[in-house]
RNA sequence: GGGCGAGUGGCGGAAUGGCAGACGCUGGGGGCUUAAAACCCCCUCUGGUGAAAACCGGGUGCGGGUUCAAAUCCCGCCUCGCCCACCA
């Protein structure tokens, strides 16, 4: 404790003692254990907390300043909570499997299992030196056998569910939820019972009397097997990867240039399909969009989760080939079928399903786009055109999705050769295909409608087809349009207008008149033109003639160009659109494609499957088996977990660089371990394994329980537990991890695993501690260590004197502008540390670290320490009285403890720890400080310095640690001012102030401001038409 | 191209319709000290007038608007950051 110096003994404020004590202290007697229900310990008259870090990937380059701000945040919440009395789960863990690992591994030439090992230690250490308060009993690590035993576990419960989507049930909380997984048994024994059926597609056919339904009295083994797969949560499909060859290895879409070359080694990539475990997430879209909605997460986070499920409204609709297909008398018939093929409940055979966002524009579908990978590309394109649709096809299904993105710009496409009906006007259109259409998303066709989509308007522009206008642009958008037009007098401006000016004769006079004087063609121009001219009639020639406008009118609006409501020549039965407004129209020609069986109104999601198989070697096993036919067994929960073989060379595979070679998983090698045999018959594993995403999907829920060998958690723990209250982390993972959680708990809530049908009931995103850097002229980094500054903003080069410009960015290596945790607590400990990260601006923005800032918090804490400790003795310090509190001293308190709960209740700690500097900053100058102030000031202070906080109280005579006192109360009488000031203002400029009573009312404010001289001096003269009193605050007089 | 967020002193930031710049850092001045460190006190957005006290004015990316009153609300623009990206 005590730090001698050269002269004197004085007893200084030393960190390092001190925080050693205390965390031995905490260690040594479990302070922060936090029992479960029924445990020794447990008190079951205190409501629960569960606050919950996103746990750390242990990487080989240990923790930087970025980690702990959010570990500090919730430990001072956590230790708040407590001491209000609540029982607070806080655990720690590491997410350990991993790609990041395996790269290091492979770098470095060590095992996973060693480096990761070592890796968590280091975690460990660094973790337990900011004295954070986790229960660390529970400490997990997801890629220990005892964790993925239950990993494994729920991906055998995927396999073994299905969902069923037209399930509406009531959940345990009362709410009505339409669909829900649940044992594959339950859909065997529909099948069996001969209540359902399936398609040809495997479908699921529900009513007895639908068309191509298949009994399943009627079907082989293989066959039912292959049907119920396909219902399966998790089912096995061909899925394309980006194999590269020379690395071994399949890459994500992200390392992948748009050259089609791997983004380390520069090594060709193939598109090669491959058989996968795939996850039917997408089962689970619409509970993902709507649950979100009770959920208090930053308002941002849940617009990605939306916009990345990508739920849409809208149609699908039947285009049928023109050569299959005629109507006679509104009625489809078949060229082929006899009789006339009947269209109930079935699918059209020869016909393009399309999923439109905006079927009122069917009437300006000029021509369709299939993906070039779309199935009836083969069987509908015409000898004549086969070879380059071929080719295309081809080219396109080498390029990986990085490419066709980057290409994007240009529209490019291959005729068929086929036509479809327009089934609304039955016109004649072409089919063409194109990269632009992706086969992912709706049902990888389009119909083309370039009066009213921008990409299609390009396609037609590129290829010459006809382009029709169905929605009535605004006036606005044609001034907007006519400003890019004229704009200016440039060249390419200019002839894009001459084009539009052609057929309107007095708008070319109007614009050449102007161009003869020089004029400025922007701006004034677009008013002349509609004087001139006339909006209505440039309206009207958009509609005839969009394709002269050189951009298609995207927007909603009132439709053109189909049928109107008054018109008397048209047939029967024909859809009338004209004159309504976009969402009437949509209403009107979904009721009518739904009459003609054409169409129908449906829902599409962006989100889809996802892919959760890795040809990587440090994940977790699939608990599956394969045998010779290629059917798959779950392996028998006694056999969990399925370990993950040891082996010595854990290294991908490069094989020779031809598009036909196939990824061989490192495990593949193991051969041993590969093949097994049950009941006489023989199987191989799975060698791939599962993505870094599995472990994190449900590690709350371990931390619940972490030891537990049976069940992944206790039922009734989980039930005490769950949910988790506090959620804090980096924006990064807004979608992938915290979606992927979603799902899997809700898939573990179906099925009664989990209480709740949201994992995280609050979230909040930490912002990103960023770094100073230094660039130099040529623009070279320079790392700080090299730079002097000379002068306020002003920076350059030790040595030479070359100047340097200082950036702010991202911590990174390559910008040597990484800070060491470690360093800062070795010098100013691990108090300030977490008070200069919590005190350098709001949780959820990004700031610099700035470590000259930090001897300020280091400041803070010594003169805390100085408030207590009477240096010179050790002992108490005599100012330390115990008189009863004076007004101005309990006025601090009162201020500091009010401030500091709200704060704290908000996350703002930045200001809560403001709070604590005006409060220091009060009582330091007093004389005598009361016992009674200042007792209460350390409880305030200990969530955010606890191991100085714990220190003092235990000074002040308390045998016990303070991490369960009682929460100092505050009254807010008591932290009011007396007096208070007030600004006085004239037109709303200030132009004095008074110091006047706290709680004079608007009155005796209004008096006391007309009685201010400078207010009586500033409005002589003038009528005082009114007095705005705002009580607390300002008075305003109005002349 | 789309979505989201941000822009306030030399720096991190505070104030979410009511006194712009709390609190901290840096810098400057002073005190204590033989001296230094440490510690304590004062000043530190900016222009003008003034010896000074003080007084007058401007100011929250830019331009407009609403209001007695705008950093805060509305419209338009600029810059930066993050995420997504041909999603029909």
């Known amino acids: 404790m005590a730090a001698e110096s050269k002269e004197r003994k004085t007893w200084r404020y030393d960190f390092a003692a001190i925080e050693t004590k205390w965390q031995r202290y905490w260690e040594d007697r479990g302070t922060f254990r936090a029992p479960n229900p029924g445990a020794p310990g447990f008190d079951a008259s205190k409501p629960k907390f569960y606050v919950l870090d996103m746990f750390p990937y242990p990487s080989g380059a240990g923790l930087h300043v970025g980690h702990p701000l959010g570990y500090c945040a919730t430990d001072i919440v956590t230790r708040y909570k407590r001491m209000r009395g609540f029982n607070v789960l806080h655990p720690m863990g590491f997410d350990a499997f991993g790609l990041p690992a395996e790269q290091y591994a492979i770098e470095t030439n060590v095992h996973p299992a060693v480096t990761t090992k070592k890796n968590v230690e280091m975690y460990r250490r660094q973790l337990k030196m900011f004295g954070f308060s986790y229960d660390w009993t529970r400490e997990l690590a997801t890629s220990d056998p005892g964790y993925y035993k239950f990993t494994q576990w729920m991906f055998k419960l995927l396999v073994e569910s299905w969902y069923n989507d037209q399930c509406r049930w009531t959940a345990a909380d009362g709410t009505e939820i339409v669909g829900r997984a649940r044992p594959i048994g339950e859909l065997v024994a529909e099948l069996e019972s001969g209540r359902w059926g399936v398609d040809g597609n495997l479908d699921l056919v529900r009513s007895p009397e639908a068309d191509g339904r298949r009994e399943w009295s009627g079907m082989s083994a293989t066959e039912r097997r292959k049907a119920i797969d396909r219902h399966r949560l998790a089912y096995i499909d061909e899925v394309p990867v980006n194999w590269c060859p020379a690395l071994g290895t399949v890459l994500a879409n992200e390392e992948v240039d748009s050259e089609g070359r791997s983004e380390r080694g520069g090594h060709p990539v193939f598109r090669r399909p491959l058989r996968q475990w795939m996850i039917q997430i997408t089962k689970y879209a619409e509970r993902l969009v709507t649950d979100l909605d009770e959920l208090?997460?930053?308002?941002?986070?849940?617009?990605?989760?939306?916009?990345?499920?990508?739920?849409?409204?809208?149609?699908?609709?039947?285009?049928?080939?023109?050569?299959?297909?005629?109507?006679?008398?509104?009625?489809?018939?078949?060229?082929?079928?006899?009789?006339?093929?009947?269209?109930?409940?079935?699918?059209?055979?020869?016909?393009?399903?399309?999923?439109?966002?905006?079927?009122?524009?069917?009437?300006?579908?000029?021509?369709?786009?299939?993906?070039?990978?779309?199935?009836?590309?083969?069987?509908?394109?015409?000898?004549?055109?086969?070879?380059?649709?071929?080719?295309?096809?081809?080219?396109?299904?080498?390029?990986?999705?990085?490419?066709?993105?980057?290409?994007?710009?240009?529209?490019?496409?291959?005729?068929?050769?086929?036509?479809?009906?327009?089934?609304?006007?039955?016109?004649?259109?072409?089919?063409?295909?194109?990269d632009y259409v992706l086969m992912?998303?709706?049902?990888?066709?389009?119909?083309?409608?370039?009066?009213?989509?921008?990409?299609?308007?390009?396609?037609?522009?590129?290829?010459?087809?006809?382009?029709?206008?169905?929605?009535?642009?605004?006036?606005?958008?044609?001034?907007?349009?006519?400003?890019?037009?004229?704009?200016?007098?440039?060249?390419?401006?200019?002839?894009?207008f001459d084009r539009v000016a052609a057929e309107v004769p007095e708008l070319a006079e109007t614009v050449a008149a102007r161009r003869n004087r020089a004029d400025d063609l922007g701006g004034r121009t677009v008013e002349v033109l509609r004087n001139n001219v006339g909006m209505d009639r440039l309206v009207n020639h958009y509609v005839r003639h969009p394709r002269s406008w050189g951009e298609a009118f995207v927007e909603e609006g009132i439709a053109v160009n189909s049928p109107g409501e008054s018109e008397a020549d048209v047939p029967d039965g024909v859809c009338r659109l004209d004159g309504l407004p976009t969402e009437q129209a949509k209403r009107r020609i979904v009721e009518w494609l739904e009459r003609t069986g054409v169409g129908e109104a449906t829902v599409n999601y962006k989100l889809r499957d996802w892919l959760f198989s890795r040809q990587r070697y440090w994940g977790e096993p699939f608990p599956v088996l394969h045998d010779e036919s290629g059917e798959v067994v779950t392996v028998g929960d006694d056999e969990l977990p399925v370990e993950l073989p040891a082996m010595e060379d854990f290294r991908p595979t490069p094989a020779p660089e031809t598009a036909d070679s196939l990824p061989e998983p490192p495990l593949s090698r193991a051969q041993e371990w590969v093949k097994v045999s049950r009941g006489g018959r023989r199987f191989r594993r799975d060698v791939n394994t599962m993505p870094q995403w599995a472990g994190s999907c449900w590690y709350y829920l371990r931390f619940i329980d972490p030891h537990n060998a049976t069940r992944f958690c206790d039922a009734a723990a989980e039930r005490y537990w769950m949910p988790v209250d506090l959620y804090v982390g980096g924006a990064e993972h807004a979608v992938l991890h915290l979606l992927y959680a979603r799902f899997w708990h809700k898939m573990l809530f179906d099925l009664g695993y989990a209480s709740t049908r949201e994992p995280f009931q609050k979230l909040f995103n930490q912002g990103m501690i960023q770094g100073f850097a230094f660039r130099d002229r040529r623009g070279m980094i320079v790392g700080p260590d090299q730079v002097d500054e000379r002068g306020e903003d002003e920076f350059a080069l030790k040595g030479n004197g070359e100047p340097v410009a200082r950036i702010i960015a991202k911590m990174s290596k390559s910008l040597k502008n990484v800070v060491n945790p470690d360093e800062i607590i070795g010098q100013y400990g691990a108090d300030t540390f977490r008070l200069y990260e919590m005190f350098m601006g709001p949780l959820d923005a990004s700031k610099p670290w700035n470590t000259r800032d930090v001897p300020g918090l280091y400041k803070l804490c010594q003169r805390i320490w100085r408030l207590f400790v009477?240096?010179?003795?050790?002992?108490?310090?005599?100012?330390?009285?115990?008189?009863?509190?004076?007004?101005?001293?309990?006025?601090?308190?009162?201020?500091?403890?009010?401030?500091?709960?709200?704060?704290?209740?908000?996350?703002?700690?930045?200001?809560?720890?403001?709070?604590?500097?005006?409060?220091?900053?009060?009582?330091?100058?007093?004389?005598?400080?009361?016992?009674?102030?200042?007792?209460?000031?350390?409880?305030?202070?200990?969530?955010?310095?606890?191991?100085l906080a714990e220190e003092l109280w235990s000074r002040l005579g308390h045998s016990d640690t303070l991490a369960y006192a009682p929460w100092p109360a505050y009254d807010e009488a008591l932290a009011r001012d007396d007096e208070i000031e007030i600004a006085l203002q004239v037109c709303g400029k200030i132009k004095s102030r008074i110091t006047i009573p706290a709680d004079a009312d608007e009155k005796i404010l209004e008096a006391a401001a007309l009685a201010d001289e400078k207010i009586v001096a500033a409005v002589a003269g003038k009528t005082v038409r009114k007095i705005i009193v705002v009580k607390g605050r300002l008075v305003n007089v109005i002349v």
């Not at 066709?404 to 609304?424: D, L, Q, S």
């Not at 100012?879 to 704060?903: C, E, F, G, I, N």
């Not at 200001?911 to 350390?938: G, K």
């Open 296 to 434: 208090d997460w930053p308002e941002p986070i849940k617009i990605m989760q939306r916009n990345w499920v990508g739920r849409s409204f809208g149609a699908e609709v039947v285009f049928p080939l023109a050569d299959k297909w005629r109507i006679e008398n509104g009625r489809w018939i078949h060229q082929t079928f006899t009789p006339a093929y009947s269209l109930d409940g079935g699918e059209w055979p020869d016909a393009v399903k399309i999923y439109t966002t905006r079927p009122d524009t069917l009437f300006g579908a000029t021509y369709m786009v299939l993906a070039p990978e779309h199935p009836l590309v083969e069987k509908i394109t015409t000898p004549s055109q086969r070879k380059a649709v071929h080719q295309y096809a081809e080219a396109a299904r080498r390029k990986s999705d990085l490419t066709r993105t980057a290409e994007a710009k240009e529209k490019t496409g291959v005729f068929t050769g086929a036509y479809a009906i327009n089934p609304v006007n039955e016109k004649r259109i072409p089919v063409w295909i194109a």
């Open 440 to 496: 992912g998303y709706g049902t990888g066709a389009i119909m083309a409608v370039p009066g009213s989509d921008r990409r299609d308007f390009e396609f037609a522009c590129a290829f010459d087809l006809p382009i029709v206008a169905v929605v009535k642009p605004t006036a606005d958008w044609i001034e907007e349009r006519l400003a890019a037009l004229t704009g200016g007098l440039n060249e390419a401006a200019a002839s894009g």
């Open 870 to 947: 009477d240096e010179e003795t050790n002992m108490v310090s005599p100012a330390l009285v115990d008189d009863p509190p004076d007004r101005d001293s309990q006025r601090a308190l009162h201020k500091l403890v009010q401030r500091v709960t709200q704060h704290i209740e908000l996350l703002k700690f930045n200001t809560a720890i403001a709070a604590i500097f005006d409060f220091v900053n009060a009582v330091t100058p007093l004389a005598r400080r009361p016992r009674a102030v200042l007792e209460p000031f350390v409880l305030a202070l200990a969530p955010f310095v606890p191991h």
